[in-house]
C-alpha cells in the first residue's frame, strides 16, 4: 500500500523536473542592437529584443529598400549568437556575432538569426 503513494511522488518530481528544463530553454530569446542610415538622413541607433531562436528575422528599418543595411551590430544576447547575413531570407556569407563583442562597422546586414549557443 505505501508502494503506491511513493510511486506517485517519484513520477510527479520526474514530471516537474522535466517541464522546468524544457520551459527554461523554450523562453531564450535574442537580441541585437545596430545602426542604419535613413535616406540623406543621420545615422540612427535600433534594436530587436525577445527575438525567437532559430527564425530568420528581418531588420525592419532596412527591409522596404534593397540598397540600405544595418550595419555595427553589438549581440545583447547573453544564451544565443547572432548570425547576420547580408541578404533578405537569411541568404549570402554568414557573420556570426558573439554576445559582448565590440562593434565591427564594416559588418552589413540585412537579416538576423539567434541560434543558442549551447549548439554552437
Do not use: W
Request: glycine share 6%.
Amino acid at each position: 500500500m505505501r508502494l503506491r503513494p511513493a510511486l506517485l511522488a517519484l513520477a510527479s518530481a520526474l514530471v516537474l523536473v522535466s517541464s522546468v528544463s524544457t520551459t527554461a530553454h523554450a523562453q531564450a530569446v535574442g537580441g541585437i542592437n545596430y545602426y542604419y542610415t535613413e535616406t540623406n538622413g543621420p545615422d540612427l541607433q535600433a534594436g530587436l529584443a525577445g527575438q525567437p531562436l532559430n527564425e530568420c528575422i528581418p531588420i525592419p528599418e532596412v527591409a522596404s529598400s534593397e540598397d540600405t543595411y544595418a550595419y555595427s551590430p553589438q549581440n545583447v544576447s547573453t544564451d544565443a549568437y547572432a548570425d547576420v547575413y547580408p541578404e533578405d531570407n537569411c541568404q549570402g556569407t554568414k557573420t556570426r556575432i558573439e554576445f559582448n563583442v565590440p562593434r565591427d562597422p564594416s559588418i552589413h546586414f540585412r537579416t538576423v538569426e539567434f541560434v543558442p549557443t549551447s549548439t554552437g
